[in-house]
């Protein structure tokens, strides 16, 4: 495991998906009531990004097939996709806020 930094906490709004290209890795970072959660960026279905889809509660909306993940775990809440998405493991420090990956 490798803890990377991701961005600044002011460069996310809450409740907004913001796109985050970094380590040969494309994520999607939200922050909801005052926590960070980081993900795959592509959608688990047809590689969509998701950086164009939408929040709604707690559910992200892909923007291709409207496939539905828990904002909290990634968990897949409506089909067509099958496979959560990814999650990284995120922490704030001094505004900054890391993640964890595989290397
Ligand atoms: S690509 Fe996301 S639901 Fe199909």
């Not at 906490?9 to 494309?26: M, Y």
């Not at 998701?50 to 509660?57: S, T, V």
């Not at 409506?78 to 900054?96: F, G, I, R």
Request: net charge negative.
């Amino acid at each position: 495991m490798k803890l990377i930094k991701l961005c600044n906490i002011k460069d996310l709004e809450e409740g907004k998906i913001k796109s985050i290209d970094i380590e040969n890795l494309h994520l999607i970072a939200i922050l909801k009531d005052n926590k960070v959660y980081v993900f795959d960026g592509y959608c688990t279905h047809e590689d969509a990004d998701l950086a164009n889809g939408f929040l709604l509660e707690d559910v992200i909306i892909c923007p291709l097939h409207l496939s539905q993940f828990n904002v909290y775990t990634g968990e897949v809440m409506n089909p067509p996709a099958e496979k959560p998405l990814k999650k990284y493991n995120s922490l704030v420090k001094d505004s900054e806020v890391y993640i964890e990956i595989d290397k």
